[in-house]
């Protein structure tokens, strides 16, 4: 496969976390790519942040390393490929953790990422209309069960999620020359205020190739450079939770 111009630097790979067509398809560009350090959403930076990944003797191993069972993300035998496929990278995790996402809930996005929240401009407050918008996809992600009062916290939190993916990738780069690739929720991938747009903001950006994946060809909102669209995957409705 011909690399994407772009993608010598930071390769950005949306997913919806439960669509294993999704994961393949990482896991094949991830093989494709080779890259010299790999960043996860879902990997705490306690348990890597640019170490390669050691070889286990046991089957589940790095799933047990990572507490993968425990963590509330889909199955790991959709995400360890996209490990396999490029075995050599540095890993960088990049989960927030509880207490962090508690404090840009009640402090702000700009007070839970500490030192070099300028560099991603979060001390600046969203544009009014970006503000409104991120709110009401809150609020449809939660069923429309939150109280009006605990959206603008949410989306302070994802401003940190987005962040905290962002630093990692800049680091990773920084550290390997690249390249780096992004394994991430569509929603941080997405080009207008995610992860990219962060990454833009830094002096000497690297170049960003950014994937974002949908099912049954789907509109995905936010702008990708390229959209891959793969079977729906059934499930089952997730506002049944929240009733």
Same mark, same amino acid.
């Given at each position: ?13 949306? *997913? ?22 790999l960043v996860f959403e879902m990997v705490s930076p306690d348990r890597f942040y640019g170490e390669v990944v050691p070889e286990y003797r046991s089957p589940t191993g790095l799933q047990d390393?990572? +507490? ?5 993300? !889909? ?8 490990? +396999? ?12 953790? %509880? +207490? ?15 030192? %070099? ?17 991120? *709110? ?6 939660? =069923? ?32 390997? %020359?690249? !390249? ?14 995610? $992860? ?13 190739? $950014? $994937? %974002? ?5 789907a509109p995905l909102q936010g702008g990708f450079d390229e959209v891959v669209s793969s079977p729906v995957q059934p499930r089952p409705?997730? =506002?049944?939770?929240?009733?």
């Amino acid at each position: 496969m011909t690399l994407p111009a772009g993608a010598q630097d930071i390769l950005i790979l949306g *997913e919806i976390h439960d669509n294993p067509h999704h994961h393949a398809v990482q896991a094949e560009r991830v093989m494709d790519l080779q890259p010299k350090a790999l960043v996860f959403e879902m990997v705490s930076p306690d348990r890597f942040y640019g170490e390669v990944v050691p070889e286990y003797r046991s089957p589940t191993g790095l799933q047990d390393y990572l +507490d993968w069972d425990a963590s509330g993300w !889909p199955d790991f035998t959709m995400y360890h490929p996209i490990f +396999d496929a490029a075995p050599d990278a540095r890993i960088y995790g990049a989960h927030v953790p %509880g +207490d962090a996402a508690r404090e840009a809930a009640s402090r702000g996005v700009a007070a839970a990422f500490g030192n %070099g929240a300028m560099m991603f401009g979060l001390d600046d407050p969203l544009p009014e209309n970006q503000q409104v918008a991120r *709110e009401a996809l809150q609020a449809a992600a939660h =069923c429309d069960a939150l109280p009006d009062e605990m959206l603008a916290p949410m989306v302070e939190i994802q401003r940190l999620r987005d962040a905290l993916i962002a630093r990692a990738a800049i680091d990773a780069f920084r550290a390997t %020359g690249g !390249p780096v690739a992004v394994i991430t929720g569509n929603g941080h991938a997405r080009k207008d205020w995610g $992860v990219p747009a962060l990454l833009a903001r830094v002096a000497d950006a690297p170049d960003m190739h $950014v $994937v %974002g994946q949908t099912e049954d060809d789907a509109p995905l909102q936010g702008g990708f450079d390229e959209v891959v669209s793969s079977p729906v995957q059934p499930r089952p409705d997730p =506002c049944l939770a929240f009733q």
